[in-house]
């Protein structure tokens, strides 16, 4: 286990536990007791957890895992992902991307494609998620449209009236959202309305919308919805997606694209 799957999974077992204590945490990660403590330490340092005499307890009083520790989770799935929507664009077009784990794949996976190397612009790319502007930025084959906005530290996502009003001025052929939760009744949706509202907008404007999720996400709900089921197009998601929730989909007129 790398260092960096080990801080994701002490800052998962603080979330699902409130506190943690080091010999149990260094016994669940079949780690010394010593790198427990320097995990925590350098966790501390960057503000994600407050240092106890005998571990860890929560941040402040609310908490939500940073993008750059989430990269790592269904890592492989997420890749797959990633690869089969970029292979849905058709160069030239107008794509929005939203911000999350599986979104910025689909941005680096759109880099890496070799009909995508040149163009007067090979891809315009509007995208509310600073990070995904940043990572493009420097292929001046695309274009980038980076909304205003509210950053939020967790997302790296742009939020807000600002984002909205430039949103509300754009068209786009194809929208790229990511999710928390997609379901066959109650739709796509985030748990925060902020971004919801974004996503919601990015799907209005555009001819096409693509869902790209891991099949976790699948057939749950959350909190913010950000569009109806009618109005996605197309679904990519991992092989984990069970044949009775993927015939929900397509029942709904959604094409289900399982990697």
């Given amino acids: 286990m ?4 080990r801080w994701q999974t002490l800052l998962d077992l603080l979330v699902e536990r409130g506190e943690l204590e080091v010999e149990p945490a260094a016994e669940a990660l079949g780690v010394s007791a010593a ?19 005998g571990g860890a307890v929560m941040h402040g009083v609310s908490y939500e895992l940073p993008l750059r520790y989430r990269t790592s989770r269904r ?8 690869e089969a929507v970029a292979a849905l664009v058709s160069p030239g077009e107008v794509i929005g991307l939203t911000g999350g784990t599986t979104t910025t794949e689909v941005a680096r996976a759109l880099a890496g494609r070799a009909d995508l190397s040149t163009g007067s612009p090979a891809l315009t790319v509007v995208t509310n998620a600073l990070n995904i502007a940043g990572e493009l930025v420097i292929r001046p084959q ?9 950053a939020r530290p967790q997302s790296y996502e742009l939020t807000g009236p600002l984002a909205q009003g430039v949103l509300g001025q754009l068209t786009v052929d194809t929208s790229i959202i990511g999710v928390d939760a997609f379901d066959p009744v109650d739709g796509a949706a985030t748990r925060h309305e902020d971004e919801a509202a974004v996503n919601r907008l990015l799907c209005e404007r555009a001819r096409r ?5 891991d099949s976790s996400k699948l057939g749950v709900r959350a909190f913010a919805r950000i569009c109806a089921t009618s109005a996605v197009d197309v679904l990519v998601t ?12 397509e029942a709904a007129d959604v094409q289900v694209l399982r990697v």
Avoid at 209 to 213: F, G, L, N, S
Avoid at 238 to 249: H, N, Y
């Fill in 209 to 213: 919308v693509v869902i790209a999720a």
């Fill in 238 to 249: 991992d092989t984990g997606l069970s044949a009775e929730v993927a015939e929900a989909f």
């Fill in 35 to 53: 790198t427990i403590r320097r995990d925590l330490d350098q966790l501390a340092e960057q503000q994600l957890l407050v240092r106890t005499r």
């Fill in 142 to 150: 695309f274009k980038i449209v980076l909304t205003g906005g509210v």
């Fill in 2 to 5: 790398t260092r960096k799957e």
């Fill in 75 to 82: 890592a492989a799935e997420k890749q797959r992902i990633s």
